[in-house]
């Protein structure tokens, strides 16, 4: 294909109209996520192919592989349009039923839609279903709608009109002002005003300018910028080619771990569908600009999301920060002006230059303006990516959405911005989504990881936990960081396996001042976090575990004695069935006891004693 | 420039001074361990916070990192950046080892100083330390990771400065390991300035491990006599026994570093095998009886002969008082004129090229860091002047361009473009060179004589295969800023060095800076020009001596073997003296066959005056007062159970004072200065530039580059050429150094290869040589086809050599 134009986009926009609108067949929207893929979407896909040969309905049946759907925890997900009728872990041996029943037969598949755990029901249709009713997808707006590995799909949505006017109607100036009436902010973590970085390197006079793309994505626990590569690559194409405009770059280069296979490929045929279409390459829509992107993979160290060991790490060196400023946006990669931001703070924008600032501003807070992304993991019964707006409250993001702690357990606190942020407990959880006022609470906005923690979690096991990831990770540049992580999670370790002495949570604190204080980047400065917000809401329990050589949450295996409480004990013999060397001694009337000499102190017995009883 | 308030003390710096470097100007070393001047900031260790208290930054910051600004009012005593230093450092003291005592690097060890002066006395951590396995690096590093303090001082170094991959850093967090991917010698010929980087003892000199605290070494600033461009060292010597070379920092010459060959040269100074006694007929003697037999029997031949039956042979390795001893003694008592090389073709060439040289004209060695093109003609810096390959890797890390024309294949630490061109066509090569800055399209006001004359040129000059590619590079050398030209003086014939001066005069009218550089065959080459007789040649010498009209030899501190091809008649010129003096302080090939031997001090004994490859003039203290090393009298016990009034193998004398004997017999060293001042008619002090008479600033002859090569043009070119390693007469006795040297080796292009029929890998045995010789064959398509390049090796049979030449050419 030559030369794009508007009038071609808007020609294989009307050309999809009824594909979009799903009126002209039926498709079958089957979640093709990294998430569903693990938990064997591939074969069901198989199976519903094969179903669907049988019954002959080939010619008025689409089966479309989109990305993440973002309910993750009731994958295989199928979703059934016209009607949004959502089914949830299916299995190979279902998708005859599914043909059959719903398809041939017009009725859905009870058994396999959604129930609601607190209404008891069943809801069939998607967008009633909690988990999406209180969401504002932007940009994830094409999740689960478009196939992302056919760029028509994505033009049909509107997709690249803001590249188009960008590059047609807007000056650089134009672009940054609306970017800045947008209000956004970086998604990467630090909250960085996305129009101002653009317009610092806008002012950097050089030769050469370079737009980069983070994907490297190293919180644990956070999948949200994989699932929006999985799901809509050429929104994240588009952003940035706009940024590129705004800037005058002419190069980019996406960097991307290379734990994400399934994002690096549709990353890689959007690149090839976008430079067939004229949409990347030379002289886009005739505009005489220019812009190309290429994918470079990272190698999975942490420390290479942060902006400085990115740049060094594309241009073939160590990974290792480096001291700002310089900042990027005046000496980046190579050393020439370079702006970086977030996948999706890139996806963000093609919406926000389509649809003005201001209509990205119409939500959100006073600071924090348009919707973020979170995946929410842990003790929550809905496990899975979400978009809300900005000021939502992280209450309703748990409860609401994320359906409440399993198993009937109390909310202990959440964990949030990853290994850099730090825990916001019950008392705080009607803080809203905001930059600022989630930092007044100890935490950090971070990237969007949402880790939720019930009763049993020990907050000192917790801490110990990030701390190992952080001193893993270190880069090894900086003393503080290197040398200091590692010696608070010795402290960490001690505490934990009982041998706590008075004067750790001081030391641990000191050792916190320093390594803030003088670590190098961002990955040091924030490395104490999770030690600090845990101490500063449950320093009882790192007390507790010190003086009274007593973990509270009974998590910290060498502070338990694996006995049997007699009083609390209701000889139900939960425990003894549940042991799986049994260790446990019990009959029917009679209280349990432990054999300490058989027991290998896996912690089953904890877990199902729902009295409390063993310790 | 801005001013800043330091500790209460205003100091005015240049822009982009980091302030760690401003308090410096003070007096005020704030602890730093992975700042270094030469390596610049990267902000690692963290243990150089200060306060910024007034001024653009506010709070505490690296001051490694800051750039001084007008107005900044910096405490280093600010108690929180104090508070900070101490828990930083008590943090890299975590997982030491504490093995101070038994550390080479105890008591010059940067940790121990900023450990104590970092306010971190205490230790608290009680728990295990990580530990690391270390490597055998090879004969010149010891390896003892457990010291590491993260500083990446030496992966920086050897990667980024040096441009060698073998060493650097792995892993991450608190498992980063420096070292080699595997235990290995070390690749790079700069590896041993990692001792003096290393802040605290992961890498010592290995030579001189467990011999002495710097404080029991007697130290003295010295210079390096191991190739011409006469870096600074700091000798350490103990028991009578130089033991030690520390880079010692030269703001002009070699900056902070040295190379391999300098630090590990010293070992001759000591060698069990030094000639430490005068000999009369091969037999011991007292240095009285030696002496005054030496002079009667030369006062007895010049009765018979006059005084052209004496002739005095030097050396480049000689301090300029010898050497100007030696032309007094000339123009005294009317002897020969002293000769400084037995090889002739380097000595028209360096007279050549030092007659091109002038007071505006010539460039410093630090200087080639800051050129933005530098263009070697003849020269392979890392075999003829190791230092000059690492200036020219800073000049291309900072964009520059190098470019090599040699025949031999020139490997460089750094990218750089080499055109292959055989050594008879270089100066046709650089005629080109000057045809391309001349293009059309350059405005160069030239009168109508100068026009002629490259009218002339551009006629004479004959085409060679890479005519073209030097055009080009003629004409970009025009629009360089600050172009240096390099030319080497043992590989290119006469004219190069003239018309590089050529080249240079021509571009320098377009370009704000540029200059030339010639490396030159030894130490001190350049001063046997300014003192001897420049133009002395050796082959009229030999011609005399076998004609029997000169019956007397005096060989001042020279292997004329090593020096002149064809061993055989050399020995049986030698042989038809009557008399044969020789002194020396290593053992060679002529030692042995003197009828009187006087033996010399070393360097280190004698110290001296150098003048390096730019004219230089640099001064060596002495730092021992010579004799047996006490741990070899003692055979390792103090003190040596020998007792006698004079210390054991203490006879030799500096070698001007023999000289002198000869002459006035004054017993103290010569000022040199005034010498220098008669021969070069201008004042000059230490550390300063001479600057020569400008001696022929004449239009440079161009018959070579009209005239074809000589032979048929499918001929055969032996190069022998200096390695870095067993080439150079005194570093050459070094056995850590011994091990680094190669096997020796000839290095083909793979067309000459085939026309030979050999093979890569394959052993060439040369018939009849003595010691028996053999030569591997390594391809290099970099090479000028028809080029045989051998390393100039010490010992090497080399009439064997050409004889084994001359016997392929004939085929
Ligand atoms: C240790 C560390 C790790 C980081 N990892 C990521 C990451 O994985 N993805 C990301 O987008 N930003 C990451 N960041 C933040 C980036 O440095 C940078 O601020 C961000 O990519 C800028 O984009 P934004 O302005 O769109 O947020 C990290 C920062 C640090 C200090
Ligand atoms: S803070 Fe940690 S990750 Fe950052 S530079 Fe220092 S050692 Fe590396
Ligand atoms: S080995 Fe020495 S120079 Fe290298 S990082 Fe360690 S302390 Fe620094
Ligand atoms: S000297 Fe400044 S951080 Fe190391």
């Known amino acids: 294909m030559g030369r794009m134009t508007v009038a071609e986009l808007e020609r294989i926009k009307t050309e999809h109209a009824e594909r979009m609108a799903?009126?002209?067949?039926?498709?079958?929207?089957?979640?093709?996520?990294?998430?569903c893929h693990a938990t064997g979407s591939l074969k069901v896909k198989d199976a519903l192919l094969d179903a669907l040969e049988q019954a002959e309905l080939g010619a008025t049946v689409d089966v479309i592989e989109t990305g993440c759907n973002g309910f993750c925890a009731m994958g295989p997900i199928l979703v059934v349009h016209p009607g949004d009728i959502f089914y949830q872990k299916l299995k190979v041996k279902d998708m005859a039923e599914v043909?059959?029943?719903?398809?041939?037969?017009?009725?859905?598949?009870?058994?396999?839609?959604?129930?609601?755990?607190?209404?008891?029901?069943?809801?069939?249709?998607?967008?009633?279903?909690?988990?999406?009713?209180h969401q504002m997808p932007r940009a994830l707006r094409n999740k689960g709608i478009i196939d992302p590995e056919q760029i028509d799909d994505y033009i049909a949505r509107d997709g690249y009109r803001g590249a188009a006017r960008a590059l047609l109607e807007l000056g650089p100036d134009d672009i940054i002002e609306e970017m800045k009436i947008s209000g956004m902010r970086g998604r990467g973590g630090a909250g960085f005003p996305t129009g101002m970085k653009w317009a610092f390197a806008k002012a950097s006079p050089s030769d050469l300018k370079y737009v980069l793309c983070n994907a490297d994505e190293g919180d644990p626990g956070a999948f949200m910028d994989r699932s929006i590569l999985e799901a809509d690559p050429h929104a994240v194409l588009e952003g940035m080619v706009i940024a590129a405009k705004a800037i005058d770059a002419h190069k980019g280069y996406i960097y991307a771990r290379t734990e994400y296979p399934l994002a690096i490929k549709r990353l890689d045929l959007a690149i090839r569908q976008a430079t067939e279409y004229g949409l990347l390459g030379e002289d886009i829509f005739g505009s005489g600009f220019g812009f190309e992107i290429e994918i470079y993979q990272g190698a999975g160290a942490f420390v290479c999301g942060e902006e400085t060991a990115l740049m060094r790490s594309i241009e073939g060196r160590r990974g290792m920060p480096r001291p700002r400023p310089p900042f990027p946006a005046h000496k980046g990669l190579w050393e020439k002006p370079t702006i970086l931001n977030n996948v999706e703070t890139f996806a963000n924008v093609p919406q926000i230059v389509r649809k003005g600032g201001a209509w990205y501003a119409s939500v959100g807070t006073d600071t924090s303006k348009g919707t973020k992304v979170f995946a929410i993991s842990g003790d929550v019964n809905n496990i899975g990516l979400v978009e809300v707006p900005m000021g939502t409250s992280l209450r309703s993001i748990i409860y609401d959405i994320g359906g409440g702690i399993p198993k009937k357990r109390k909310f202990k606190a959440v964990q949030l911005g990853g290994p850099s942020g730090g825990c916001v407990p019950e008392a705080h959880l009607d803080t809203p989504v905001?930059?600022?006022?989630?930092?007044?609470?100890?935490?950090?906005?971070?990237?969007?990881?949402?880790?939720?923690?019930?009763?049993?979690?020990?907050?000192?096991?917790?801490?110990?936990?990030?701390?190992?990831?952080?001193?893993?990770?270190s880069c090894g540049k900086c003393t503080p960081c290197r040398e200091g992580t590692r010696r608070q999670l010795q402290i960490l370790e001690k505490i934990c396996n009982g041998d706590g002495e008075p004067g750790d949570i001081d030391t641990l604190e000191a050792l916190s001042d320093t390594i803030r204080e003088t670590a190098l980047c961002g990955l040091g400065q924030t490395g104490p976090n999770p030690v600090l917000s845990t101490l500063r809401y449950f320093r009882d329990e790192f007390e507790a575990h010190i003086h009274e050589k007593r973990c509270p949450a009974k998590r910290c295996v060498s502070l338990l004695s694996f006995e049997v409480d007699t009083e609390k004990c209701t000889k139900c013999g939960a425990c003894y069935r549940a042991c799986p060397v049994d260790a446990v001694e019990w009959k029917k009337k009679e209280l349990a006891r432990i054999d300490l000499e058989k027991c290998i102190q896996c912690m089953t017995c904890f877990d199902k004693c729902r009295f409390d009883a063993i310790y | 420039m801005p001013t800043l308030t330091i500790d209460n003390r205003p100091v005015t710096v240049p822009d982009g001074t980091k302030v760690i470097t401003a308090a410096e100007q003070l007096g005020i070393m704030i602890p730093r361990f992975c700042y270094h001047p030469a390596l610049g900031s990267v902000g690692a260790c963290r243990v150089c916070a200060v306060g910024f208290k007034e001024g653009p930054i506010k709070g505490v910051e690296m001051s490694c990192m800051v750039d001084a600004q007008e107005g900044m009012v910096v405490a280093t005593d600010d108690p929180d950046a104090v508070d900070l230093r101490k828990h930083v450092i008590e943090l890299l003291m975590l997982h030491h080892p504490h093995d101070c005592p038994v550390c080479d690097e105890g008591g010059h060890c940067l940790l121990q100083d900023m450990t104590i002066s970092g306010g971190h006395g205490r230790r608290r951590y009680a728990g295990a330390k990580r530990t690391h396995l270390d490597q055998d690096l090879g004969p010149l590093v010891q390896h003892e990771m457990n010291r590491c303090i993260q500083c990446y001082r030496c992966s920086r170094f050897y990667q980024q400065f040096c441009g060698y991959r073998d060493l650097g850093v792995t892993g991450i967090g608190t498992r980063v390991y420096f070292g080699r991917s595997e235990p290995g010698t070390l690749e790079s010929p700069f590896s041993g300035n990692l001792t003096d980087i290393c802040p605290t003892g992961v890498y010592t000199d290995k030579p001189s491990r467990f011999y002495g605290r710097r404080w029991d070494y007697e130290r003295a600033p010295s210079v390096c006599i191991h190739c011409s461009l006469g870096c600074s060292l700091t000798v350490s010597a103990r028991y009578r026994k130089a033991v030690r070379h520390e880079a010692r920092f030269n703001a002009q010459v070699n900056g902070h570093f040295i190379c391999d060959r300098g630090r590990y040269a010293y070992a001759y100074a000591s060698q069990p095998e030094r000639p430490r006694d005068a000999l009369i007929a091969g037999r011991p003697a007292t240095l009285a009886q030696a002496a005054t037999q030496m002079s009667e029997r030369l006062a007895a031949i010049e009765k018979g002969t006059g005084p052209d039956g004496i002739a005095l042979m030097g050396s480049a390795r000689s301090s300029l008082e010898t050497q100007a001893l030696l032309a007094r003694l000339h123009s005294e008592k009317g002897w020969r004129t002293p000769c400084f090389s037995a090889d002739d073709a380097a000595t028209r060439v360096v007279s050549s090229a030092l007659n091109t040289l002038n007071a505006t004209n010539t460039i410093a060695l630090t200087e080639i860091e800051g050129a933005d093109t530098v263009l070697l003609v003849g020269a392979d810096p890392i075999g003829e002047a190791p230092m000059l390959a690492l200036a020219l890797r800073q000049a291309q890390r900072d964009g520059s361009r190098i470019i090599t024309v040699d025949p031999r294949p020139v490997t460089l630490p750094c990218a750089h473009d080499h055109i292959a061109v055989s050594g008879d066509d270089l100066a046709t090569a650089v005629a080109h060179l000057i045809i391309g800055a001349l293009e059309p399209s350059r405005?160069?006001?030239?009168?109508?004589?100068?026009?002629?004359?490259?009218?002339?040129?551009?006629?004479?000059?004959?085409?060679?295969?890479?005519?073209?590619?030097?055009?080009?590079?003629?004409?970009?050398?025009?629009?360089?800023?600050?172009?240096?030209?390099?030319?080497?003086?043992?590989?290119?014939?006469?004219?190069?060095?003239?018309?590089m001066g050529l080249l240079q005069a021509l571009v320098q009218t377009s370009c704000m800076w540029s200059g030339l550089f010639f490396p030159l065959p030894g130490a001190n080459t350049f001063g046997a020009h300014c003192l001897g007789g420049s133009d002395a040649l050796f082959e009229p010498l030999l011609a005399a001596v076998e004609a029997g009209q000169v019956k007397a030899l005096v060989v001042v501190e020279n292997d004329l073997f090593s020096e002149y091809p064809d061993q055989q008649r050399l020995a049986a010129a030698l042989e038809s003296l009557e008399l044969l003096v020789v002194m020396d302080c290593v053992p060679s090939a002529i030692t042995a066959r003197a009828d009187i031997f006087l033996p010399t001090q070393t360097i280190y004994e004698a110290g001296g005056h150098y003048l390096n490859n730019e004219g230089r003039l640099q001064v060596a203290t002495p730092v021992i007062a010579g004799g047996l090393s006490i741990m070899d009298t003692g055979g390792g016990n103090h003190p040596p159970r020998e007792f006698r009034e004079d210390i054991p193998g203490g006879t030799p004398r500096p070698a001007w004072q023999y000289v002198a004997g000869l002459a006035t017999g004054e017993t103290d060293p010569p000022d040199v200065k005034p010498l220098l001042d008669e021969a070069l008619t201008a004042g000059v002090a230490d550390g300063e530039r001479v600057s020569l008479p400008s001696a022929s600033r004449e239009w440079p002859s161009i018959e070579r580059i009209g005239a074809g090569p000589e032979g048929d043009a499918g001929g055969l070119t032996l190069i022998e050429s200096a390695a870095t390693f067993g080439s150079e007469p005194l570093a050459a006795f070094s056995t850590v150094l011994a091990e680094l040297t190669p096997l020796f080796g000839v290095t083909v292009h793979s067309e000459t290869a085939q026309r030979l029929g050999w093979r890569a890998g394959d052993r060439i045995v040369i018939p009849d040589s003595a010691p028996a010789l053999e030569v591997v064959v390594t391809l290099d398509d970099r090479a000028a086809p028809g080029v045989l390049l051998v390393p100039r090796r010490i010992g090497i049979d080399r009439t064997a050599l050409r004889r084994y030449m001359a016997h392929l050419l004939a085929e």
């Not at chain 1, 799903?22 to 998430?35: E, S, V």
């Not at chain 2, 002629?452 to 030097?470: C, G, H, S, V, Y």
């Not at chain 2, 050398?477 to 190069?496: E, K, N, S």
């Open chain 1, 99 to 133: 043909v059959q029943s719903h398809l041939v037969e017009g009725k859905p598949v009870e058994r396999l839609l959604y129930k609601d755990p607190a209404a008891k029901k069943r809801i069939p249709v998607q967008s009633d279903i909690p988990f999406f009713a």
């Open chain 2, 443 to 499: 405005e160069i006001a030239l009168d109508a004589d100068q026009q002629d004359r490259f009218k002339t040129l551009k006629q004479e000059t004959r085409d060679i295969p890479a005519a073209a590619e030097l055009r080009a590079i003629g004409h970009a050398l025009t629009t360089a800023w600050r172009p240096a030209f390099v030319c080497g003086t043992t590989v290119p014939d006469p004219d190069v060095p003239p018309l």
């Open chain 1, 434 to 473: 905001d930059f600022e006022a989630i930092a007044k609470v100890g935490a950090i906005m971070g990237s969007g990881g949402v880790i939720v923690m019930d009763e049993n979690t020990c907050m000192v096991d917790m801490a110990r936990f990030f701390m190992d990831f952080i001193q893993e990770e």
């Open chain 1, 22 to 35: 799903f009126t002209d067949k039926t498709y079958l929207l089957l979640c093709g996520g990294t998430g």
